[in-house]
């Protein structure tokens, strides 16, 4: 990880209008990504996590969500103003995604081989033959087996585990910038998952891809992620090195979390912790800190107001009235 700053995340808002009044999935998300580095973004469902990258895209389906606020600085440019040519240049060139399902993204019809060589002379001055030889290249960084015989059978022929090396060998093909990698492991098995956490890792490192990883357990981003943004109900409550939270989380959603890994080291347990109460209804949220019903720290002001977030060194920062002399 470097100190360039590669993606700059400014206030996004992304709002949806339903019946029932407007969902605020996204509201006031900054962050900056940095070359080469690995992102977490950890948080309940519907925190907010795939809203948050989805918008960086721009692949918000509107109606009946909308990008109402904020910036995207991707080299200079605002993606969120981007001419749609232009940013479907940038999507699966320059900034990958890979999600949970593979087989939502691969088509059952079509052979590997088509779709790997589609993306590639889509984003790349390279012929056929080229494209076709540079995807068998990345089937095999991908621990593909004989990729050369592989790479024409269809998306059914691999199990599980196996597509989703497809779906990672297919997202670096174009050597994009960033991967963003939404749950890629929650739809397998633990140990598949461990695998493919490494091969992310790996292949990232190697190739000098920074990633936003989102997921809901904060044992994959552990041994994962060097800086880590913990949402909760549309906002990141949280935010600071991966480290720095593990060794002393501030906010008590993120405590609560972190209480609630399993841990071998602790003998005698008693019963595994879990946060009481249930996430928020974020429809017409009022603009108090959502926490408040399930947290045993809460004041008077938690129920009236949002904290502002509280910055201090290594770009750590938290929103909790705990740590404001405000209140
Ligand atoms: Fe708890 Fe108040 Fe902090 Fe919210 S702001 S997490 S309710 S102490």
Not at 96 to 122: A, G, K
Not at 236 to 244: A, K, N, P
Request: include cysteine; charged fraction near 25%; charge should be neutral.
């Amino acid at each position: 990880m470097t100190e360039e700053v590669i993606l700059q995340v400014k206030d996004l808002q992304t709002y949806f209008t339903v019946d029932e009044g407007v969902v605020k999935a996204v509201d006031g998300v900054s962050f900056d990504l940095h070359k080469g580095e690995t992102l977490g973004i950890v948080g309940e469902s519907g925190s907010g996590k795939s809203v948050t990258n989805l918008s960086i895209i721009n692949l918000i389906q509107n109606p009946p969500g909308r990008i109402v606020g904020g910036e995207v600085d991707f080299h200079g440019k605002d993606l969120l103003k981007m001419p749609p040519d232009e940013i479907r240049h940038i999507r699966g060139n320059k900034i990958s995604m890979i999600f949970q399902d593979p087989m939502t993204s691969l088509n059952p019809y079509l052979r590997v081989s088509t779709q790997m060589v589609e993306t590639i002379t889509l984003h790349q001055k390279l012929d056929k033959k080229a494209a076709k030889e540079k995807a068998i290249e990345m089937l095999k960084l991908a621990g593909i087996p004989a990729p050369e015989k592989r790479i024409d059978q269809y998306p059914h022929q691999f199990s599980g585990g196996m597509r989703q090396r497809v779906m990672i060998a297919m997202a670096l093909s174009c050597n994009p910038e960033i991967l963003i990698a939404d749950e890629p492991t929650s739809a397998l098995d633990v140990t598949i998952q461990a695998q493919i956490l490494e091969l992310i890792q790996d292949l990232t490192k190697k190739l000098g891809t920074a990633v936003i990883l989102i997921t809901h357990s904060l044992g994959v981003v552990a041994g994962t992620c060097n800086t880590l943004c913990v949402m909760y109900a549309g906002r990141i409550v949280e935010r600071g090195r991966t480290d720095d939270i593990f060794a002393e989380p501030k906010h008590p959603y993120t405590q609560g979390l972190i209480r609630s890994v399993p841990r071998m080291d602790r003998e005698n347990a008693d019963r595994l912790y879990s946060i009481q109460g249930q996430p928020p209804n974020v429809i017409d949220l009022p603009d108090c800190c959502p926490f408040y019903p399930r947290c045993d720290k809460a004041m008077d002001i938690c129920r009236k107001k949002y904290p502002t977030p509280i910055k201090s060194e290594n770009d750590r920062a938290v929103s909790c009235w705990l740590y404001s002399e405000e209140r």
